[in-house]
């Protein structure tokens, strides 16, 4: 197992910048997730770990051994791609034991390791199939036994899960989850869901065109998002803008249309700037009479029935605000309530982003 550094990596296609000055650094043992929108160089990054690009600038050091320059064969990584790239001619067992076979392992030993790995992916007795045979899910299987085999220091999944129907999918999440625990393996994996991302990680990188915006827990992206890109592509979010009135411990914001908002002092800024302040709409509540700040009279424009609870959309005069509210409260299109968040659950953003 190793950690695993890039330093200021830049990849360019054409004149695309896949990879912009790129810093990170993966832990040993660590379920790292890159997470962003199509196109925002996740898979261009993974491949540069597992060296199948080289980079343009910048280097990949795995502990302190710089391999920017190293054959992928030479990296010892394990990769699971989104279409499994199987062998569909070949058995389960020969698809698993491939890795093995080139590295010359004798066949003794294939068969004991091959068979140890099908187990803990949990395909025993199906090693005589072919993927043709086999269910997605069974193929994805055999996809991480085949990474996985040869033992490698790291592990590296191109969104593994993405041909899956849903429930399978949340079912492989805990599959991948599981193995990698009890493997301790140095994982990145790639995604564009961040629920899996938020589900599955020790840490997240979100990315945007080629650039890293914010790195930290599901729970540090989730709550304290550090602007308005990684507070929408991070679940939804009802943004507010408006000018600071008072600054100490806490932030004072007051909007256009009068609404006087309260937010912890998350980075500087001044009496007077413009600011935004961002509310999850789970923070949302109905009702709370006698709250100086963060409240907000709002029209409800229409009503989502989610099962466990109500998705309302509503707007005060130029605002359009997100709740998720209970189902028992009394809400209905047209009608005129009253949503308080606490201080504690606003987020101030800055107003340039
Ligand atoms: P997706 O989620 O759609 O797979 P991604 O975040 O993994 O996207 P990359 O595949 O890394 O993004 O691509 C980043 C940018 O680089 C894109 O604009 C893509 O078109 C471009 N790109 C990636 N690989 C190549 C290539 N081999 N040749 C030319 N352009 C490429």
Known sequence: MVSISLKHVTKTFNGVTANDDVNLKMEDGEFFTLLGPSGCGKTTTLRIIAGFYLPDKGSIFFDDQDVTNHHPNERETGMVFQNYALWPHMSVFDNVAYGLKIRKVSKDVIQEQVLEILDLVRLEGLES??????????????????????????????????????????????????????????????????????????????????????????????????????????????????????????????????????????????????????????????????????????????????????????RVGNLNILAELPIDADISTGKTISLFTPVDETVLLPFHT
């Open 129 to 314: 199939r072919t993927p043709l045979q086999l269910s997605g899910g069974q193929q994805q299987r055999v996809a991480l036994a085949r990474a996985l085999v040869i033992k490698p220091k790291v592990l590296l999944l191109d969104e593994p899960l993405s041909n899956l129907d849903a429930k399978l999918r949340l079912e492989m999440r805990q599959e991948i989850t599981r193995i990698q625990k009890k493997l301790k393996i140095t994982t990145v994996y790639v995604t564009h869901d961040q629920e899996e991302a938020l589900s599955i990680s020790d840490r997240i990188a979100i990315m945007k065109n080629g650039s890293i915006k914010q790195v930290g827990s599901p729970k540090q992206v989730y709550l304290s998002p550090q602007n308005t890109f990684i507070a929408d592509f991070i679940g939804q979010c009802s943004f507010i803008h408006g000018k600071v009135r008072k600054v100490n411990q806490y932030v004072d914001v007051k909007t256009d249309e009068g609404i006087k908002l309260r937010a912890p002092k998350s980075f500087n800024i001044n009496v007077g700037d413009q600011a935004i302040c961002a509310i999850r709409p789970e923070s949302f509540t109905v009702n709370k009479p006698g709250e100086p700040f963060n409240v907000f009279k709002c029209e409800v424009l229409n009503v989502l029935f989610l099962g466990k609870s109500n998705r309302v959309y509503t």
